[in-house]
């Protein structure tokens, strides 16, 4: 059965739900309240910026809210530059992790490692790199109690984490320096004229002027329908949900299994199994893989619709003079929302960034 519950607002707190008067001009505005726009504005507050953020719902409501807190690979195995994108996600754990330690975030950061396991033989590729254990059937099942994985890889670079408890605290964090965050707040359109940027939203709140807006409303789909002009129309983002990962009896790291897009994770004794909307789990009789799971069910999630940029990489950096995007993150928000939002706010603070990654993630490489 597919559950279309949010475990991170069932057992939430209702300070990420935030209404209120709106100031009538900021030097700066981030658009949308999630892992992206929440990374960016720590950044630009951390360096002293005059920075506001707006979500048209609640913060952290759309897709980072319903994260499975795996701070990881992305699809990488499929994508060119591994090198690159590996490094690039190193760098984002980095941030994140010195973030945590820094402001004492309790968010239940665990260094887990990750296994990407194929069923069939043809669907992953041998990876040479000095961090990256390649495995075989044997090897596998001394980890996982089966013998249906023919051959696998570990990655140690994958960390999980409490995704609520991350958002709350990064919440907190902003907020220490004034109401920063607004909630129910519809950005509609951004204009200019000779004041700057002005910021359109619902509702009665008058335009707020500005000098520099950040896009991280996660619409990224329609900045390539739209050559990246119209950069504020809406998605329909995930009405999915998901659990946090803890301790399974055996096993305490996500697995993810390459020939499906289905990740299991384990959580209070239950065995979860995110997948993607459109695949038919009919094909994968998981059961019989996992005999030593025994009892337990398998419980079910629609993820919803996760969008990627053809290559995978997210959309940040400048797409005009005063307006910048930290978007496109698909899958793998946690993988490099972080360093997005670190480098904007380098580019809003010193206009330019030392990340070399920074060019990988270009909105203008297409
Ligand atoms: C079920 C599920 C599990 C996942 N698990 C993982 C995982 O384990 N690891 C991982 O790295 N990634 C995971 N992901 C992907 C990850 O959640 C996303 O990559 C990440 O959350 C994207 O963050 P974001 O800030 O770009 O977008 P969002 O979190 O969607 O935030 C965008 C925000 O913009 C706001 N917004 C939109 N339009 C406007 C507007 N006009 N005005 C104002 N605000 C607006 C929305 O309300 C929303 O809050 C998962 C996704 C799902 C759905």
Request: glycine fraction near 8%.
């Amino acid at each position: 059965m597919v559950a279309r519950i949010n475990y991170w607002f069932d057992t939430g707190n209702a300070r990420l739900k935030m209404r209120s008067e709106l100031p009538v001009s900021v030097d700066v505005v981030v658009i949308g309240g999630g892992i992206a726009g929440l990374s960016t504005i720590y950044h630009l507050l951390s360096h002293g910026v005059n920075a506001i953020l707006l979500d048209k719902t609640d913060i952290g409501y759309h897709a980072s809210g319903r994260s499975n807190g795996v701070v990881g690979f992305p699809s990488l195995l499929n994508v060119a530059g591994f090198d690159d994108a590996f490094y690039a996600v190193r760098l984002n754990n980095r941030l994140l992790r010195n973030i945590i330690k820094k402001e004492t975030l309790a968010c239940d950061f665990n260094y887990t490692g990750e296994l990407q396991v194929a069923i069939d033989n043809s669907k992953l590729p041998p990876l040479k790199h000095d961090s990256i254990l390649n495995l075989n059937r044997d090897d596998l099942s001394q980890i996982v109690p089966t013998q249906a994985f023919s051959h696998g890889v570990y990655l140690p670079v994958t960390n999980t984490l409490n995704m609520y408890q991350l958002l709350y605290g990064l919440c907190g964090i902003c907020e220490l320096t004034g109401q920063r965050l607004f909630g129910h707040v519809d950005v509609l359109q951004i204009t200019k004229n000779q004041k700057g940027l002005m910021i359109h939203t619902s509702g009665k709140h008058k335009p707020i002027v500005c000098k520099q807006a950040v896009v991280c409303s996660n619409n990224f789909m329609y900045l390539f329908e739209s050559g990246l002009n119209n950069v504020l129309c809406s998605v329909p983002v995930s009405a999915a949900c998901t659990k946090p990962m803890a301790d399974f009896p055996f096993l305490h790291m996500p697995i993810k299994i390459l020939d499906s897009d289905i990740y299991l994770s384990f959580y209070n004794n239950r065995i979860f199994v995110d997948y993607s909307g459109d695949y038919d789990l009919s094909k994968l009789p998981l059961k019989s893989y996992f005999k030593q799971f025994g009892g337990y069910d398998f419980e079910y999630f629609w993820q919803g619709h996760v969008y990627h940029t053809p290559d995978h990489y997210p959309l940040v950096g400048r797409i005009d003079d005063n307006i910048f995007i930290n978007t496109g993150h698909g899958r793998s928000g946690l993988s490099y929302a972080i360093l997005g939002g670190k480098i904007i706010s380098d580019c809003i603070t010193n206009q330019t960034t030392n990340i070399k990654q920074a060019s990988l993630f270009s909105p203008h490489r297409f």
